[in-house]
Every structure is written in structure tokens, then in C-alpha cells.
Nanobody, 121 residues
Framework: QVQLVESGGGLVQAGASLRLSCAAS????????MGWFRQAPGKEREFVAS????????YYADSVKGRFSMFRDNAKNTVYLQMNSLKPEDTAIYYC??????????????WGQGTQVTDSS
């Protein structure tokens, strides 16, 4: 019943911007901290960004700090990842995650299916 559906991925050139969306259903959205993770071929899934339940606090991996930003619209049950100044190393499948906590923890409750982001020079 719970669904996290990512969208907005695609093929972009280096330096371009892209906005990912994650639409949640089947849960009380405002009760969940949300996050984004990514996984490149041959690598483990890594943390990208998270946002607190209220949207008041955000956290970013050092690799994306200053380039990516995350925000949420609780009225739309949707979170976003704004990606600017994309680099080839940003190429990965990006996954949306939900955790029924004030802030995202190590273990998450729900995962989306992912959306592919490819940076091509």
C-alpha cells in the first residue's frame, strides 16, 4: 500500500541542473523524515540528503553539499532533490526513502524503486 515513486531523472550534460521528485502515498507523510540515496554500478548505496519531518532541517553528504538541495511539500506529499552543477560522478540510480522519525535514521522504513540520473559530457 505504501508507495514512494521517484521521477525526474534523465540524461543531462555536465554542469546542468535536474530536479527529482518523490511522491508518497499510503502513509501519513508529515510523520516521516525523508531522504535521498544513490547507487552507482559496483558501489554501495550512499546517503545523499535528508530532510526532517517538518522540513526545518536538512542534511547533505559532503560530496553534494553546496550543489544539491532538498525540500518537501507536505501538502502535496512530495519531496524534491534539486541538483545543480551536475558532475559525471553524480551518475547513479537515485532512491527515495522514508523513515517514521523526526530525522532520517540509519535504517529506513520504505524505499522507492529509483530513478536513473546520467551525466554525460
Amino acid at each position: 500500500q505504501v508507495q514512494l515513486v521517484e521521477s525526474g531523472g534523465g540524461l543531462v550534460q555536465a554542469g546542468a541542473s535536474l530536479r527529482l521528485s518523490c511522491a508518497a502515498s499510503g502513509l501519513t507523510f508529515s510523520s516521516y523524515a525523508m531522504g535521498w540515496f544513490r547507487q552507482a554500478p559496483g558501489k554501495e548505496r550512499e546517503f545523499v540528503a535528508s530532510i526532517s519531518r517538518s522540513g526545518g532541517s536538512t542534511y547533505y553528504a559532503d560530496s553534494v553539499k553546496g550543489r544539491f538541495s532538498m525540500f518537501r511539500d507536505n501538502a502535496k506529499n512530495t519531496v524534491y532533490l534539486q541538483m545543480n552543477s551536475l558532475k559525471p560522478e553524480d551518475t547513479a540510480i537515485y532512491y527515495c526513502a522514508a523513515d517514521r522519525e523526526i530525522v532520517l535514521g540509519r535504517d529506513v522504513d520504505y524505499w522507492g524503486q529509483g530513478t536513473q540520473v546520467t551525466d554525460s559530457s
